[in-house]
């Protein structure tokens, strides 16, 4: 505690002793680097949030899309819908890039993944009710046998409109982190840019601000003031 105490009165003599236009220049520097840091962080959770959003959206979409599909809804009145399915889950996967594109019957149990062996399992996530019960479509955020994922869910229906499965089509969330490091690394670059630009501008102040008062320190011209009350 006195080690704190005496470190905290040691700062504040050094302080003390620095010039108006050095002190003026720290302090404006700290405020503009906490202003930057604070933006910069803002930005950066924005950013990931919007990134998030966008990911989720497109699952979506492409879980409505595939369990719209005549060919999907076709498949599962085959005696091997597993051997349909799985193609289509492929072509899907690839073209938009996805982690995976699980379809599976009413009962969870899968007809298609990216893994062979994993076919003829449930689906993991625990997420499935509100299309498999509800028949509703929406984005989830759960740990599934690959990891923890952005994806969309979608319900089947068959003619008669009765649900006969669902399509669950996910990003991976560690696979978003090399695009989260992307807008960091611009964000640190303009957060450097605008602390420089500040930094320099607080500079150029600090001199103005001395120029304004004739190069006198605040002690100096307390003198001046005494002297003066002294001979008036």
Known sequence: MYTIKI??????????????????????SFLIFIIVTLAGLLFYVTI?????????????????????????????????????????????????KATYVVIGDKEGIRYTHPLADRIGKSMVGDDNDRALKKGESYISIANGSMGQSIRGKAPIFDTNGSIIGVVSIGYLTSELDHLYLLYLDNIFYTMVIALSIGIIGSIFLSRNIKKQIFNLEPNEIANLLTEKKCFN
Do not use: C
């Open 48 to 96: 990931s949030d919007a990134l998030q959003t966008q990911i989720g959206n497109r699952a979506l979409y492409l879980a409505e899309t595939t369990a719209s599909r005549g060919d999907v809804i076709a498949a599962f009145h085959t005696d091997n819908p597993s051997e349909v399915l799985q193609k289509i889950s492929n072509d899907i996967m690839h073209a938009a």
């Open 7 to 28: 470190s905290k009165v040691g700062f504040s003599i050094f302080f003390k002793t620095l010039k108006l236009q050095t002190r003026f220049a720290y302090y404006s």
